[in-house]
């Protein structure tokens, strides 16, 4: 395979490769768990970012609704 007689493939050659894609796999797998957990963080405050707006969006029709009210109580119409 390798023509060059410089360049020996020796068991211990292959074994210090090995170990530095393991070591390159390990930081690998310790940035995806890390981005998984800004992910599921972030997921969760859209969740709760999302209850809030339903809540906002519930009570803006409530006071809509007594605006509605008030505005016919005092025969108030759009012009």
């Given at each position: 395979?390798?023509?060059?007689?410089?360049?020996?493939?020796?068991?211990?050659?292959?074994?210090?490769?090995?170990?530095?894609?393991?070591?390159?796999?390990?930081?690998?797998r310790?940035?995806?768990?890390?981005?998984?957990?800004?992910?599921?963080?972030?997921?969760?405050?859209?969740?709760?970012?999302?209850?809030?707006?339903?809540?906002v969006?519930d009570?803006?029709?409530?006071?809509?609704?007594?605006?509605?009210?008030?505005?016919?109580?005092?025969?108030?119409?759009?012009?």
């Amino acid at each position: 395979m390798y023509n060059d007689p410089m360049i020996q493939v020796t068991n211990e050659l292959m074994y210090e490769v090995l170990k530095s894609i393991q070591a390159q796999v390990a930081v690998v797998r310790e940035d995806v768990a890390s981005i998984k957990a800004r992910l599921t963080s972030l997921a969760t405050r859209v969740g709760i970012v999302h209850t809030d707006m339903a809540l906002v969006s519930d009570r803006l029709d409530r006071v809509e609704g007594h605006l509605a009210r008030v505005d016919t109580r005092l025969n108030i119409t759009d012009a």
